[in-house]
């Protein structure tokens, strides 16, 4: 029987910086199976056929034609997901025609990565199962990613400082206490030349982003910029509504009762990046909740 692939934890940044792990690559028993799953690896060596997220569910939209074709958009702090589910996923296909937007979703599906032509990818989710879920759960989600990622970073960083490669690197990384898994993929990811510094540096930064959007209120708890922030988050409950609220007009809103600009775009930022508001089009920005 084959193995189901183990759903992973990726936020979305480093999922759609995946490409397709070749199967020249993996070990002689995967390779000669016909019927081993279509796997995907990250730039920092997390290898993946399946994958567990859980964001705000910001844009939903019905494509198909003859057969229904859903299409969602769900983020996390660091971008977001695109997730298709047809007419072979009737769990998700039922789940989305009935789900409101926005709201909070964990869900379960396969990675799928579509190149139509050389340097054209577009990378998205088959949607196996959702469901809607509370703040809280997906905090959790966000807490529990970072630590896994930045566990990824510092495994992918020692592995550049060691200066080892090929076998010699993966025996390194697993006498680090490193996954066999991991410790594979970050040896097929520094061979094939994709050596993301910069993009490490990023992804490092998009975390650290996240995790403080998620208690961003906490922050600066006492003096007039504390005040100023619950100011503008009420401010914000109250002028979005059901349909959201033109950006500009809330800014002059909350400029016009004494909040300096630069701290309603930091509140802003923050909502946005922690899936706490969201634009359903450009422009207009609605508080999720």
């Given at each position: 029987m084959l193995k189901r692939e183990v759903a992973k934890r990726v936020f979305a940044k480093e999922f759609e910086a995946c490409r397709e792990l070749e199967k020249s690559t993996r070990s002689a028993s995967e390779a000669a199976d016909s019927k081993s799953p279509n796997l995907l690896i990250s730039p920092l060596g997390l290898i993946l056929n399946r994958v567990f997220i859980v964001g705000v569910l910001t844009e939903l939209d019905s494509i198909g034609t003859q057969n229904e074709m859903w299409k969602a958009r769900i983020v996390d702090p660091t971008g977001a997901f695109t997730v298709y589910a047809g007419q072979f996923q009737p769990d998700a296909s039922i789940f989305f025609s009935t789900v409101q937007v926005p709201a909070f979703i964990a869900l379960t599906g396969k990675a799928r990565i579509y190149e139509p032509e050389p340097g054209s990818i577009f990378i998205s989710v088959r949607a196996e199962e959702a469901n809607v879920v509370d703040e809280e759960i997906r905090n959790r989600w966000v807490v529990d990613t970072a630590e896994q990622a930045v566990d990824r970073l510092e495994a992918f960083s020692d592995a550049l400082?060691?200066?080892?490669?090929?076998?010699?690197?993966?025996?390194?990384l697993l006498e680090r206490g490193v996954s066999e898994e991991l410790a594979e993929g970050i040896s097929i990811a520094i061979e094939k030349e994709r050596v993301p510094q910069v993009f490490a540096k990023?992804?490092?930064?998009?975390?650290?982003?996240?995790?403080?959007?998620?208690?961003?209120?906490?922050?600066?708890?006492?003096?007039?910029?504390?005040?100023?922030?619950?100011?503008?988050?009420e401010l914000l409950r109250e002028m979005s509504g059901g349909k959201g609220i033109d950006y500009a007009a809330f800014v002059d809103a909350a400029v016009s009762r004494g909040i300096p600009e630069e701290v309603v775009e930091e509140?802003?930022?923050?909502?946005l990046a922690g899936g706490q508001c969201y634009e359903p089009r450009i422009g207009i920005i609605r508080f999720v909740g």
């Open positions: 400082a060691s200066g080892y490669r090929g076998e010699t690197l993966r025996e390194y990023q992804l490092r930064a998009s975390i650290r982003q996240g995790l403080r959007t998620l208690n961003f209120e906490a922050e600066d708890t006492t003096g007039a910029k504390a005040d100023q922030k619950e100011f503008v988050l509140v802003v930022r923050s909502l």
